[in-house]
């Protein structure tokens, strides 16, 4: 007889509907104060979020008028992965200007790809490929289901067994051996057959596969009064691999990815809450410049392996979040169809990250446009004539101009603050322009010089749908030398460079139209100007 019986059709949809984060605090009718329990999103994204939990908009219809016009304004509005959402109730459709001939049959079909590639589709379609692959019997039993390729996965009651990283005297990064055989665990009927057929994808930071070939069937029970943990934890987790801590653009590839996987695993109204757990794949202490934006995802300190090693670990509640590096993933590996730009799922996380980090917002006045410049001061790719290109624009009296360096002068969240109120950010090609992520609507990216790396910031400016330039004219641009790659050979990533000031001026006067011509640019000024007629 089998251990595990195969569920019938009630048992399945009973066990569906089984979350893994656990409930908010409870909804009644007590006080209006304690109703109020909601999350902390923008106030888009708390319209769609009442929408999608029919419970939670019951519950708070005719609490306030406040709630009840949130709900009735926005009745019908959606995200875009859930099933009935219909294409004119989603968060945000992509545009595509630029021609699809050659790529697609007609203009839908081109919007609704990138859709699929880069925005809430992409959502949308993980979900659809969601698969048990260890079932439970009951539901206090352990679960295991994943995506394709272990791209994403999420468990009940799973042990995960530490004890041999105690013995290893190497830190762990980027290794595809933290666990062997047996060291992961459910007490459910695993298919294994299903589980071998999906681990293609055996990179470390391209799936889980490396990590979860090695899961088994417990032979009893995991609970919290088990023997088999060392340590139980009841807080849902988050288990991450990550990219490059120091690195903004690949860093803020493991938070994209991380708040993507919040839809994905979008199965109960406490999805957004921030009683979590963090705990980064490796043994090096986790520090980062950037590390204020895990606060945007939980309320607790980020872990490391090192705080697990040496233990059986069992969590209630456990997700193996979408990764970096995945192919054809998200915002790393992305292979966005040419001419189409604007994901609502880059707009969203935006708004998310700055709301929860609570960064100020200036809104535009006097139809002055505020340039930031980002000056280097690192060994290759600084501008050598930068005080002779502010010169030239600051002659413009429409222009506020500032010049900083973001590696030195300020922490993450006053940078944070300088991007959310420029209007046009320039600066060489580096990682620093991954800030075009928390630029207004109506920004322009002018990544000066692209060192012969064209798509990188044009891409990420494209998802996120801000209006990207670059320098036009080569013989108006001056390396010090050829550029010396630390391995040898020629690489103009790696010198230092003039340009001339009036194409320069030029290049800015055209980011410059772009932002007066925005609606959104023009409706701040338009409304200071009513506010001045009004005194």
């Given at each position: ?6 569920l019938?059709?009630i ?11 656990p409930a ?5 009718d007590?006080?209006?104060?304690q109703?109020?329990?909601l999350?902390d999103?923008?106030?888009e994204?708390l ?5 999608t939990?029919d419970?939670?908009k ?20 959606c ?24 790529w697609?049959?007609?203009k839908?079909a081109?919007v ?18 969601m ?9 206090t ?7 394709e390729?272990?791209?994403?996965c999420?468990g ?7 004890r041999?990283?105690a013995k290893?005297p190497e ?5 595809m051996?933290?666990l ?34 090695n ?5 009893q029970?995991?609970s919290?009064d ?8 009841n ?10 801590t120091y ?7 493991d938070?994209?990815n991380?708040?993507?996987t919040?839809?994905?695993?979008q199965?109960?109204?406490?999805v ?26 939980s ?25 970096p590096?995945m192919?054809?993933?998200?915002y790393?590996?992305t ?6 730009e ?16 609570r960064?100020?917002f200036v ?18 790719r ?9 010169e ?7 222009f ?53 790396d ?8 494209r998802?996120r ?6 320098w ?15 391995e040898?050979g020629a690489?103009a ?14 290049l ?14 023009q409706?701040?000024?338009?409304e ?8």
């Open positions: 007889m089998e251990k595990f019986p195969l019938t059709s048992t399945v949809l009973i066990l569906a509907s089984i979350v893994l984060w908010l605090p409870c909804l009644c007590c006080d209006v104060e109703s109020l329990a999350p999103l923008p106030l994204h319209k769609r979020y009442i929408n939990f419970k939670v019951q519950q708070y219809q005719n609490k306030t008028e406040l709630l009840q016009k949130i709900v009735q304004k926005d009745n019908k509005g995200w875009g992965h859930e099933p009935d959402c219909a294409k004119e109730n989603r968060f945000q459709t992509p545009i595509c200007p630029g021609s699809h001939t050659g697609m049959r007609n839908e081109q609704e790809t990138f859709y699929e590639q880069a925005d809430f589709g992409y959502i949308k379609h993980q979900i659809k490929e698969k048990l692959m260890c079932e439970p019997k009951l539901i039993d352990s679960s295991l289901e994943c995506t390729y272990m791209r994403f999420r009940r009651y799973l042990m995960l067994d530490f041999d990283l290893r830190r762990i990064r980027y290794h051996d933290v062997k055989l047996g060291q992961i665990q459910g007490y459910c009927q695993l298919n294994e057959t299903r589980l071998k057929s999906q681990l293609d994808h055996m990179g470390a930071l391209q799936s889980w596969s490396p990590e979860l070939r899961f088994i069937e417990s032979q029970p995991i919290e088990n023997d088999q943990c060392d340590m139980f934890i807080t849902p987790t988050f288990l991450m691999k990550i990219d490059a690195n903004m653009y690949h860093h803020f590839c938070f994209f991380l708040y993507a919040l839809f994905v695993n199965t109960h109204s406490s957004f809450d921030r009683n979590t757990q963090v705990i980064v794949w490796e043994t090096y202490p986790y520090d980062s410049p950037f590390r204020d934006t895990f606060k945007a995802f309320n607790n300190p980020v872990w490391t392996l090192e705080q697990v090693k040496g233990k059986r670990i069992c969590f209630r509640n456990v997700v193996f979040p979408l990764l590096r192919i054809f993933g998200l790393y590996n292979p966005i169809i040419q001419g189409c604007k994901s609502g799922l880059f707009r969203a996380f935006s708004e998310f990250i700055l709301h929860r980090l960064v100020p809104p535009p006045k006097n139809n002055k446009i505020r340039i930031t410049f980002l000056s280097r001061r690192t060994k290759y600084r501008v050598k004539n930068e005080d002779e290109l502010l030239e624009i600051s002659k413009n009296d429409e506020v101009v500032r010049k900083i360096s973001y590696e030195r002068e300020l922490t993450f969240l006053q940078q944070l603050e300088v991007t959310r109120n420029t209007d046009i950010l320039i600066g060489m090609h580096g990682a620093g322009l991954t800030h075009l992520l928390f630029l207004p609507e109506w920004a322009t990216l002018f990544e000066l010089y692209n060192c012969e064209p798509n990188c910031y044009k891409d990420l400016a998802l749908g801000i209006k990207y330039i670059t036009e004219e080569r013989d108006l641009v001056y390396p010090e030398d050829e550029g010396h790659h630390p040898g690489h990533k790696f010198t230092n460079y003039a340009f001339d000031p009036k194409e320069f001026g030029r800015v006067e055209k980011a410059a139209e772009h932002v007066r011509n925005h609606e959104d640019f409706k701040y000024n338009q200071e100007a009513l506010i001045k007629d009004e005194l």
